[in-house]
């Protein structure tokens, strides 16, 4: 068999897979199959292309914000099978789509460290604190300078005068 043989093949059984709800992620996929994500996601990009369902999809789904998006993902985790085709079939998402984006967040989130996320005003009040730490430490090592050199120039007068 060559090689594109089996390429089709392959990429045929993993078309038929991601199309099934419930399936697996295309991560956990691409671990399976020793294969790069982006190319997973490349043919999942070809097919809607071949189909023609794509199209209008991915006009739909670059006008739902990034907030939408992950809100749909919410609200489909931990649904059936039956329940998740009909809620795809509401909002207008395919079953694809939704799971791309359930990739992305949790990629995301694996990617954002501890979880532990800061807030802006978290973040400048940390900022805040730590120049006027630094400011304080400024003063002290200042004072410490002057110290010596009043000490240093005390001992020299004192020592000329004996």
């Not at 207008?92 to 789509?97: A, I, P």
Request: glycine share 6%; with cysteine; proline share 2%.
């Amino acid at each position: 068999m060559s090689r594109k043989t089996t390429d089709t093949t392959l990429r045929d059984s993993f078309l038929e897979r991601i199309k099934k709800p419930g399936c697996p992620s295309v991560k956990t996929i691409a671990e399976e199959m020793s294969l790069p994500k982006a190319t997973l996601y490349s043919w999942i990009a070809a097919e809607r292309q071949r189909n023609r369902q794509g199209v209008s999809m991915s006009k739909k789904s670059a006008k739902r914000s990034a907030l939408n998006k992950f809100s749909l993902v919410a609200k489909s985790e931990g649904m059936g099978i039956d329940e998740l085709e009909k809620f795809c079939a509401e909002n207008g998402v395919s079953f694809t789509e939704l799971q791309s984006w359930r990739d992305l967040s949790l990629s995301a989130m694996e990617n954002s460290g501890d979880g532990n996320v800061m807030s802006v005003k978290q973040h400048e009040d940390e900022v805040a604190k730590l120049k006027a730490e630094l400011a304080r430490k400024e003063k002290a090592l200042a004072e410490a300078a002057a110290l010596l050199i009043l000490q240093k120039k005390t001992s020299e007068i004192l020592g000329q005068g004996k």
